[in-house]
């Protein structure tokens, strides 16, 4: 189960987004701007405002970290 964690302003969320979509893997969206039990579920994870934060399977990522993304997809796969 992967969880991206993300805002309608946010390039580096597209990114992240864009990264999952390009390799074939499904993720759920949740929008925190717009869903604030999402924020309270992301702030919890991650202690932290800023995103995108991806919860891949438990793991938490800040930002957009492409070797920790992949890392954390093939730990999982």
Request: net charge negative; aromatic share 6%.
């Amino acid at each position: 189960m992967i969880k991206v964690y993300s805002t309608n302003s946010c390039p580096w969320c597209v990114k992240a987004k864009n990264y999952l979509k390009s390799q074939n893997i499904d993720f759920e969206d949740l929008n925190v701007q717009e869903d604030m039990v999402a924020r309270e579920e992301m702030i919890n994870k991650s202690h932290q405002m800023s995103v995108p934060v991806l919860d891949i399977n438990g793991k938490i990522i800040i930002g957009f970290d492409k070797p920790a993304i992949l890392e954390a997809i093939n730990n999982i796969q």
